[in-house]
């Protein structure tokens, strides 16, 4: 059984990280992490440069981060009732 709240946190915090741990889409969730890591480090950069951007770019990957958690925790509900039924 998943824990649908690790799927969902392992996304927000970590985009792909939730899919990995459902063993679903791993491909896609190993490039979202990678990618995830990546923007991370260029979202220190912009940060020094101008915060406004730093803030509408901060507040983008805030959302997308939200509806891939949603998407993992709904997956992980998924795969437990399929494993009930």
Excluded: C
């Amino acid at each position: 059984m998943k824990r649908p709240i690790l799927a969902a946190l392992g996304n927000f915090f970590l985009m792909g990280l939730g899919y990995v741990y459902n063993r679903q889409k791993i491909l896609i969730g190993s490039l979202l992490t990678i990618g995830a890591i990546s923007l991370t480090v260029v979202e220190f950069q912009v940060k020094e440069l101008d915060a406004n951007v730093y803030a509408l770019m901060f507040g983008t990957v805030f959302l997308i981060n939200t509806a891939l958690a949603i998407d993992a925790f709904k997956e992980a509900q998924n795969l437990n009732q399929q494993l009930t039924s």
